[in-house]
């Protein structure tokens, strides 16, 4: 789940394709789900007492979100329970923020307060991140959903992490279209990065996989939480014709649009049943506490950190809540439970076949200057998202998706 544009260089880019022909949907093939690429982690010598150890999360949103904060507060407070941990050895600076003033102070402050480990949450985290690793290298750092570690400066003891959520999104789109009577999907976006991209693509694909005559209407926000303006754009693509409403956005209030309009809701981050009890049925979501807890684990007994982490449904890392029975269609279950154990076992690739832009052109996957990395060419095409690096590459536009603004 936050960003900004980085310049990422072309070699790095060139990886993915390179997986996408050798890898699979697991990550096997390539690097590797657990532990992909860079430059070779690192933790403090001889580890850190248990009781002495201390661990800063920076939050980019408030704890009230019941959403994506929410969510990796989640993950950090459950990382506490499973090691044992006081409640006062988690330090959380909640709000900061993408301001980069912010993120550094909120990153030095939690420094000064002795962390040995910080967590930044937010892509949009990671130049801050690196700057204070190269300055604090006996701290690990660990970024969500960046890819700096990569980079071939980066220090040993800046790490990514992430969760294949773009499998739990497909499972979600198989129960959005099994559910659409208006086959129109709508989909309240962030922002138009290949982690947004990914995911309501693997999302529509999974719809498409039973529904062969459903399409989505998509919005982009340009922000990763305005509760106001997700709503609203919620509710404008109920009014476009939309009777089911997913999103990529930080808070629950495309649920309470679907649920004051009457259409449905795939959520994210939370359960958010309770929010939309009529409209919500699943919320795909990622497990942080199982990165956590490995890495907070991995200080304290002073063993290496893999420079990138990225696993998915057959860990749990990325995982769908459970099913709204009340409202979900006939048949969902089983249909989600026989994906993903094709998911799981290798059986199914997610970006596979001979997939087309709203041009009937190949669809083409690109880095940030617009060089063709990947290309679609056949119905045996596939492209192992995820295998080189935990941050997704998928970020083209394929048919059947409509980008309205």
């Known amino acids: 789940m936050k960003k900004i544009l980085a310049i990422v260089m072309v070699a790095l880019l060139m990886l993915a394709m390179i997986a996408a022909c050798n890898g699979d949907d697991n990550g096997n093939g390539g690097n590797g789900g657990n532990g992909n690429g860079g430059n070779g982690g690192d933790t403090p010598s001889g580890g850190v007492a248990k009781d002495d150890i201390k661990i800063g999360v920076v939050h980019i949103g408030p704890l009230a979100d019941q959403g994506y904060t929410f969510n990796h507060d989640l993950g950090a407070r459950t990382m506490i329970s499973n090691l044992g941990l006081r409640e006062n050895q988690y330090i959380p600076k909640f709000d900061v923020g993408v301001d980069p003033a912010n993120v550094t102070a909120a990153i030095n402050e939690l420094v000064q307060e002795g962390c040995h480990i910080i967590f930044a949450t937010s892509f949009s985290h990671g130049f801050q991140m690196i700057e204070v690793a190269r300055e604090q290298p006996d701290i690990v750092f660990a970024h969500a959903t960046g890819d700096l570690a990569h980079s071939g400066d980066a220090p040993p003891n800046l790490h990514n992490y992430f969760a294949k959520i773009h499998q739990a999104r497909y499972l979600a789109g198989i129960a959005a279209g099994l559910r659409t009577e208006t086959n129109v999907l709508g989909y309240v976006a962030a922002h138009p990065f290949a982690e947004v991209i990914s995911g309501f693509t693997a999302f529509y694909l999974g719809a498409l996989s039973v529904n062969p005559d459903v399409t989505m209407e998509v919005i982009y926000i340009n922000s990763w939480g305005d509760p106001p303006l997700e709503q609203q754009v919620a509710t404008r693509l109920i009014e476009l014709g939309a009777d089911v409403i997913a999103q990529h956005s930080d808070s629950a209030t495309p649920a309470l649009a679907a649920q004051e309009h009457g259409a449905w809701h795939v959520g994210y981050n939370n359960d958010m049943r309770e929010a939309a009890p009529d409209a919500s049925m699943l919320s795909p979501r990622i497990d942080w506490s199982i990165y956590m807890t490995f890495a907070v684990k991995s200080v304290i007994d002073g063993t290496k950190i893999p420079p990138d982490w990225g696993e998915g449904l057959s860990s749990g890392a990325a995982f769908i809540t459970g099913l709204n029975d009340a409202i979900v269609a006939p048949g969902t279950d089983a249909a989600i439970e026989a994906a993903r154990n094709d998911i799981i076992n290798n059986n199914m690739m997610i970006f596979k076949g001979h997939l087309k832009d709203k041009d009937g052109n190949n669809a083409k996957i690109t880095d940030f200057d617009g060089n063709v990395i ?32």
């Open 374 to 405: 990947f290309e679609f060419t056949d119905d045996n095409s596939f492209f192992a998202e995820s295998s080189t690096k935990s941050a997704p590459s998928f970020n083209a536009i394929i048919a059947g998706i409509n980008i309205i603004s």
